[in-house]
């Protein structure tokens, strides 16, 4: 599903930006 790897996607990006 594309919709599921985006959000995946998404969430990694967000993980490594508020990894702090």
Do not use: D
Not at 11 to 20: E, G, L, R, Y
Request: charged residues 25%.
């Amino acid at each position: 599903m594309m919709e599921m790897s985006l959000l995946m996607s998404s969430n990694k990006k967000c993980s490594k930006h508020s990894s702090k």
